[in-house]
C-alpha cells in the first residue's frame, strides 16, 4: 500500500527556518508530480510549492524567494525548505504526490497525513 509520511514540522520563531520531508513508501511504478499544500484553522487547503518530473516548479506568490521545494527520485522523496519564516506561514502542512502504484495502471492522488509548523513572535 502506497503511503505518503511527512517529517520535520514543529515550532519555530519568526524568521527562522524549517525543512519538510515526505517520503512515499510502498510499491511504486513511477511518480509524477509532487508538491506541498497548506491548512490554516478555518481556511481552505492551498498550494504552497509543486514540482514535475522535469523538475519545473511552481510556488504560491506568499512565498516565493522564502520556500525552495526539491524532490530526489532516486529515493522517491521530496523536500520543502521554509526560510525567512512568518506568522502567516502557521498552518498544517501537507505532501501530495501523483504517481502510478505498481498494481494500478494510471497514476492516483496521494496525500500525507500532515505536520504542524507553528511560527511564533
Known amino acids: 500500500q502506497v503511503q505518503l509520511v511527512e517529517s520535520g514540522g514543529g515550532l519555530v520563531q519568526t524568521g527562522g527556518s524549517l525543512r519538510l520531508s515526505c517520503a512515499a513508501s510502498?510499491?511504486?511504478?513511477?511518480?509524477?508530480?509532487m508538491g506541498w499544500y497548506r491548512q490554516a484553522p478555518g481556511k481552505q487547503r492551498l498550494l504552497v510549492a509543486f514540482?514535475?518530473?522535469?523538475?519545473?516548479?511552481t510556488y504560491a506568490d506568499s512565498v516565493k524567494g522564502r520556500f525552495t521545494i526539491s524532490r530526489d527520485n532516486a529515493k522517491n522523496t521530496s523536500s520543502l525548505q521554509m526560510n525567512s519564516l512568518k506568522s502567516e506561514d502557521t498552518a498544517v502542512y501537507y505532501c501530495y504526490a501523483q504517481l502510478r502504484p505498481s498494481s494500478l495502471p494510471t497514476m492516483r492522488h496521494y496525500w500525507g497525513q500532515g505536520t504542524q509548523v507553528t511560527v511564533s513572535s
Open positions: 514540482i514535475t518530473s522535469s523538475d519545473t516548479t
Open positions: 510502498g510499491s511504486i511504478f513511477s511518480i509524477n508530480a
